[in-house]
């Protein structure tokens, strides 16, 4: 990209509407595409990453989702937000990286609420980012339709009906597996705070 195209657009594009840059995209500036990829990889990253549970394959699963979504430009409805758009097909994408390389996964009966707020100070930081990495490493032993949940929700904030629509499943079924994604993480982290004490 080069710092003609990324002043253009103001900075890292970031005064551009996602839907103004879809336009102009459609509209054969190449360069605009550019706008969403700045605003979204790093997020797209990170739900490839935690489905995958991989950084490889996420990579590999975030670039898919951009040509899928590159590609099917013209179908996307600018009366809806963009980022659930773009987050439904990097979790098919990601699903389907699953199904490919981790048919043989076994799955799990029934993940935790959302965390308590973190008290303030260096210590409390520093406890907060270990009970987040466990969390985030206990997730990657899940199913992957239940981190593809969990992610889409606590990680991406995203409200209930998006998920659904991020994962083109009933609302219904957006409460089981988040429910059961909860128990079975809450199990797994107590297991393994049983197992270092």
């Given at each position: ?52 549970s991989d950084g490889d394959?996420?990579k590999d699963c975030a ?135």
């Open positions: 990209m080069t710092e003609g195209s990324w002043s253009r657009y103001g900075g890292p594009r970031l005064n551009a509407s996602d839907q103004d840059l879809v336009r102009r995209c459609t509209g054969g500036d190449a360069d605009a595409f550019a706008g969403l990829v700045e605003r979204y990889g790093g997020r797209v990253y990170n739900i490839a990453l935690r489905i995958t394959a996420a670039q898919e989702a951009f040509i899928r979504a590159y590609r099917a430009l013209h179908q996307y409805d600018p009366a809806l937000p963009f980022g659930p758009w773009l987050f439904r097909i990097t979790t098919n994408a990601s699903l389907n990286y699953v199904q490919r390389w981790h048919a043989h996964e076994t799955p799990v009966d029934e993940l935790p609420d959302a965390p308590e707020e973190p008290e303030e100070g260096p210590e409390a930081t520093t406890v907060r980012r270990e009970e987040v990495a466990e969390v985030v490493s206990a997730m990657a032993e899940l199913p992957a339709p239940y981190r593809a949940a969990l992610t889409l929700r606590h990680m991406q904030q995203l409200s209930y009906q998006e998920v659904a629509d991020a994962l083109g499943i009933p609302l219904g079924t957006v409460k089981t597996h988040l429910h059961r994604a909860r128990a079975a993480l809450k199990g797994r982290l107590a297991a393994r705070s049983k197992a270092q004490s």
